[in-house]
């Protein structure tokens, strides 16, 4: 069975800030992870993407992911927010191409102006 | 802006009412998954087509759930006998091709049953 952990619920940082959102998976092979943003009264849509290759993987707006196997851990990062940003941010775990996802439950980001 | 459209937007039901929601996935797209998102940011995978056929499912789908995705019309998830645990955010995804490399969501049918 595979999981995802995001451990912060919510995070706040004022505009300009970096930032770093958390992600732990657990799962025996190699994953396949995504990361998703929901804006509000919007569907989900795709940041970014890790299948294999370069653990440092680049997304749309400026957003970066590092795959770390020893850690078991996706961060995402980004050097500096928009509050156009604020959103909630789901981590997302694949077994394999085709099966189903494992979302974590989410960081809602709050961009202070 | 997601070309998956999902409709309604808002459904209300009593419970053991039936609720039916109803997606048209992206031009081109065979693949179409149904997730259940609850208040909690819970996600739970409900099923997955590919083109007219069902390749995964859980087994509350198989319950009071029934979903199909016919050929020229729109995909649908039907919930026979609605529950208030069925209160969520129903999300359509459809997909190019039967890997998950890109989903595209719809914006989702809010549920709630009173």
């Known amino acids: 069975a595979q999981s995802v952990t995001q451990p912060d619920a919510r995070v706040t940082v004022s505009e300009g800030a970096s930032l770093q959102l958390r992600c732990k998976y657990s799962?025996?092979?190699?994953?396949?992870l995504f990361w998703y943003v929901q804006y509000p009264r919007q569907g989900l849509q795709l940041l970014l993407k890790?299948?294999?290759?370069?653990?440092v993987v680049q997304g749309v707006n400026g957003f970066e992911a590092e795959f770390s196997k020893s850690n078991s851990s996706f961060h995402l990062r980004k050097a500096s927010v928009h509050w156009s940003d604020s959103a909630v941010y789901f981590c997302?775990?694949?077994?394999?191409?085709?099966?189903?996802?494992?979302f974590g439950t989410g960081t809602s980001l709050l961009v202070d102006p | 802006n997601s070309k998956v459209i999902q409709t309604p937007r808002y459904l209300v039901k009593g419970q053991g009412q039936k609720a039916k929601m109803r997606c048209i996935p992206e031009?081109?797209?065979?693949?179409v998954f149904w997730y259940q998102q609850n208040k909690n940011n819970e996600f739970k995978f409900l099923i997955n087509f590919q083109n007219q056929e069902v390749l995964q499912q859980i087994d509350m789908t198989e319950k009071r759930f029934s979903a199909e995705c016919p050929s020229n019309s729109p995909c649908s998830l039907e919930i026979q006998s609605s529950e208030a645990g069925d209160s969520a955010l129903y999300l359509c995804?459809?997909?190019?091709?039967?890997?998950?490399?890109?989903?595209?969501f719809g914006h989702g049918t809010k549920l709630s049953v009173l």
């Open positions: 031009k081109g797209h065979p693949v």
């Open positions: 997302v775990l694949s077994a394999s191409m085709g099966y189903k996802l494992t």
């Open positions: 799962y025996s092979g190699t994953p396949y």
């Open positions: 890790y299948y294999s290759g370069d653990p």
């Open positions: 995804a459809s997909s190019p091709q039967a890997s998950n490399e890109r989903l595209f």
